[in-house]
């Protein structure tokens, strides 16, 4: 009985492969809280690549003078909204809980408006309910304070990162190419997705944020909410989150009105919500985001929920980047191995995109 033995050059792959994988998850394991910060160069040398090489192959800037600009650049882009942050939302905060009888006032105005509705009133707002919320809400507090260091650090670690990658740009693109086990066509193709995603992503999701919050400034100055400017930019910020977004923000916002009296300002700012900051994400989506990156909202929404259990912040650009290569590897792997009837048909699928966000 003649037994066929595994060829040798197929073991010694198989136990190279097993290797890599080995050390590729130790190295992965013990360094995951720079993930972030890995992830983070990657987005801001894409972000930068065009305007890296303009600087230092057109203008002839020396290569690591042009990364230090760079990096200076994102620091400022980066700070602004944070001396933001500082400035303005942190003293409305201090001051709103300061003032405990009117967050009383409100509790009870509250309480009692939600009383009085049939489906509303099955909420629990009774005291230990509401220590209960509270608890768990300050729970967070340590794990924040927590991730606002790992953020910091992982800002550096980016900038550390880009700025190696950008002094040996050259260089570094023409080794990953040959890393690559796919045809020139397919990994092409990879980088275009992973441009288009990344760009989508950090670019999108900024002016999509931005331009709730600025909406929701008006409408809360003209219907009469107080601290306007800090519960905007909170909404703004809650546009990030998957499923339910900006409605966190508003909807609380305008169950107060009606609680406090303000029947009129509730209506207006309810329907104002509903139609204009809502109605924006769609317009955006349709016409800025759209040349941006067209990417399906799905993906958009589930790519971030895995995102942040992933990456943390980071995760709003990698989590759907994720998602999108899944699909893409799928399409790549019947290109690269499936029947040529499979082959055309496939190409002409990854072709369509292009073509839509060309045209």
Known sequence: MNVKKIDDNILRQLILILLIGLIGFLIFFNLRYFTPGILGAITLYILFRKTYFRLTEERKWRRPLASIFLMLLTLIIVALPLWL????????????????QVIIEKYNAIKDF??????????????????????????????????VAEIVVNIFTALFILYFMQVNARGMERRVRLFVPFSDENTQT????????????????PVLALCQGLVAVIGYWVFGVND??????????????????????????????????????????????????????????FTILKKIGNIHPLITVFGV????????????????????????????YRIEFGKKSEVAMVKEEVAKPKEETNG
């Open 114 to 147: 939600l009383a009085t509705k049939p489906i509303l009133n099955r909420i629990n707002l009774s005291d230990d309910a509401v220590l209960g919320a509270l608890s768990k809400v300050t729970a967070y507090f340590p794990g924040l304070l927590n991730s």
């Open 228 to 285: 306007f400017v800090m519960w905007g930019l909170i909404t703004g910020a809650a546009s990030m989150m998957p499923a339910v977004g900006t409605m966190i923000v508003w909807v609380p916002i305008c169950i107060v009105q009606f609680a406090t009296g303000h029947t009129a300002n509730g209506i207006w700012l309810t329907l104002y919500c509903l139609v204009v900051v809502g109605g924006i994400d769609n317009v955006l989506r």
């Open 85 to 100: 942050i500082i400035e303005v939302m942190i003293p409305q905060i201090s001051g709103l809980l300061a003032n405990k």
């Open 305 to 332: 929920i895995l995102g942040l259990k992933l990456f943390g912040i980071m995760g709003l650009i990698f989590g759907p980047l994720f998602i999108s290569y899944f699909i893409l590897l799928i399409q790549v």
């Open 190 to 205: 990879l980088w275009e997705e992973t441009k288009m995603m990344v760009r989508s992503n950090a670019l999108g999701i």
